[in-house]
């Protein structure tokens, strides 16, 4: 049997279901909220508060493990939950979103298919490179010549980058994602794929998903072929094609036929793009399998992502509004720094239950902003994720008792009036 | 009856004592270590998190809360313990140590005896100056002419300084230090004391020592004065006299004189100053009423000091070594982020019971602290606090067995090795 399984207990409204996956590490209830644990920590919050937070499941960065400690020393801890002391299930992603927007400072420049000065098989990171060069590889940075400031160089094996640390040279394919995510060790972890600029033109997010397609595929056999690894751990497989419709579609029809263990929508450096197609594409990925919104999911997002058929998601928002003092309230968001908190003793939340809501008020949180005291931000993400995560869980009730729709319409009424 | 009363229950050696401070918020199991929460938090730990890290009470500092959010809106909140979450026993200090070392920049440069250019009585504030100029004011700065700078002015009735936060003129005299004190509404208060610079001379300090004294007859009215308060909290005084032995004997009989409800020893800019007298000051203190050593309380200190007398302990070394990983072991003080820790899967302390040791290794920590994360200080102020704590109630527990002295050499002999 493999390691990860999905039980659907209940299905609708639209492509909504609440279900389990079960993993070597526990199981998770969907729809579930699953916190980004960036470097093997959720940023300010320790794993013994995941309980409290109604935390199931984390997703730890291939990226940031692989530059620091180093997935050599993640797998001599016992792997990435040993390592940070969590008991439960972990994802790891592959690698590919950080490589291409930290690596390449999406957003700030990015053009494409300029010849190659640099041979990027040269690199200095091993990792099966084939050394073919059957296209001119894509390079994202044009001061290429002068610096390797932010850089990643895509081929048909795979990419090089530079640190966003240091700038130093690294090469990661799908066979070295895969060996990397082995070494850590999560439950559930994903084919390298390329996460392309929502800038790129049609042409070129074809051929990059078509590309994306053949590293899925290598993934897949790098992950299937290693025995003790594919027994413990279960592989995604990401859907691609930016926002182009037609391409999402063929792109889930693709990996359909891949025989991985559940499904990530990837690649959203725009929501918008993607939560409106999101139904269709799901209703080509087999509904036997979980799906997982990478990326996404502030509390309106996850709404039309589980009607969609999502069953987790990720999402970095709780706890970096958090510490900006961004806060999730039943109302709406507010800006715990506003003059208009200081003397406002209510809780954050007046219905919230996290101990942060149940223990003080929002002008004790206001003072510590203000005063620039880090209790500030890390209550402020502690409240936020219990606030994300208990949508969530109460989101799955609401499939279970068939109340769905109801759930959402007062949600939402009052959330964004 | 007192709001402030004190139980010893078992003697020895030395003035060594265990007992029991009764407060308005309950008990303080002494000897105690007094966190110190300077703006109404500890930082990065929680209120709720008090109780698994053995903390009974905590001090909290009156500059910074009258600074920010300001003492009425304390009051509003219904006094520092509401205004946190936290509702066991609480002290606030004076304002005096900060006031001076904030303000003057204690270390850098002091001048004294500079005739003042600045109406200390005209500073901004309210607080009862009296207008008053018997003595010429004593100058904390030497660029008083060019800029506010950092500037503490004394004179007989209080001090002029500016805030270390925008340099603001602000004043406080003893008898606005209690009324601050009484609005922040802590279980015990401090009488306002000067605290003199180390490096200041006999005759000053004995000046100085003075003055604390008619200061401390001042605080003292003022809180008597005040019956609501003065049936609510408790006050302490303070005994001054800097690194001189006959200054600090003569200090502790003037102040033993006066009816407080228990004693701070103050003024402790060098701890070696201080501990080696300690034992001779204590002894002109009353016997029945509970000793607080301000500022200092590292593990070797509080041997010294329980020895000498003392039965409650503040320190922010927990909190601020630990935010620079600087780590208690039985074995002596780790810097965590040191690169023989890289690899190093122990716990911080194998045999500490604190949440940190049981879940967590110290390659993860130094982990923590090399990639940035703030959960590396978080976990190592948690730790930190919990060592400390634990250690004191140890010690307590030791006297009530009569095993102080072999408890205390197990302990520094692995310790200090």
């Not at 994202?140 to 990643?152: I, N, P, R, V």
């Not at 936020?384 to 959402?408: A, H």
Request: hydrophobic residues 35%.
């Amino acid at each position: 049997m493999r390691p990860i399984s999905f039980e659907i207990k209940k299905k609708g409204p639209g492509l909504a279901r609440a279900g389990v996956i079960i993993t070597p590490h526990g199981l998770i209830e969907t729809p579930a909220f699953t916190a980004v644990a960036t470097k093997a920590d959720i940023k300010g919050i320790d794993v013994t508060q995941f309980k409290e937070l109604n935390l199931q499941t984390i997703i730890s960065n291939t990226y940031h493990l692989y530059l620091s400690p180093g997935e050599d020393l993640v797998e001599k801890a016992g792997g990435v939950g040993k390592f940070m002391g969590f008991d439960g299930p972990i994802m790891t992603d592959s690698g590919g979103f950080q490589v291409f927007s930290l690596g390449a400072g999406f957003g700030k420049k990015i053009s494409k298919f300029i010849s190659a000065e640099l041979d990027p098989t040269a690199a200095g990171q091993q990792g099966n490179a084939s050394g073919s060069n059957s296209a001119p590889p894509t390079i994202y940075d044009e001061d290429l010549a002068t610096s390797h400031g932010k850089l990643a160089i895509v081929d048909e094996e795979g990419v090089t980058f530079t640190s966003h640390v240091d700038g130093t040279l690294h090469r990661f394919t799908p066979e070295r994602s895969i060996e990397i995510q082995h070494k850590l060790g999560a439950d559930i972890i994903y084919e390298f794929d390329e996460c392309t600029s929502p800038t790129a033109d049609y042409d070129y997010q074809k051929e990059a998903m078509d590309r994306t397609h053949r590293w899925a595929d290598r993934s897949l056999k790098a992950h299937r072929g290693n025995i003790k690894k594919n027994n413990e751990q279960g592989i995604y497989g990401v859907v691609q094609g930016g926002q182009f419709e037609d391409l999402r579609i063929e792109s889930a029809k693709a990996l359909a036929a891949m025989d991985f263990d559940g499904y990530g929508i990837g690649g959203s450096f725009s929501k918008e793009d993607i939560l409106g197609i999101l139904d269709k594409v799901n209703r080509k990925l087999p509904e036997e399998k979980p799906r997982h919104l990478l990326g996404i999911g502030e509390p309106e997002d996850i709404f039309i992502g589980v009607e969609a058929g999502i069953d987790t998601f990720d999402c970095v928002l709780p706890t970096r509004n958090g510490r900006n003092g961004g806060l999730y309230t039943k109302q709406g968001k507010i800006q715990i720094p506003n003059a208009e908190y200081k003397e406002d003793f209510t809780p954050i939340d007046a219905e919230c239950a996290c101990f942060v809501c149940k223990n003080h008020t929002r002008a004790y949180v206001h003072h510590l902003f203000r005063t620039h005291e880090m209790l500030g931000p890390i209550l402020a993400s502690a409240h936020n994720i219990y606030f994300l995560s208990t949508l969530v869980k109460q989101i799955r009730q609401s499939i279970l008792d068939g109340s769905f729709e109801e759930f959402k319409d007062s949600f939402l009424n009052k959330y964004q009036k």
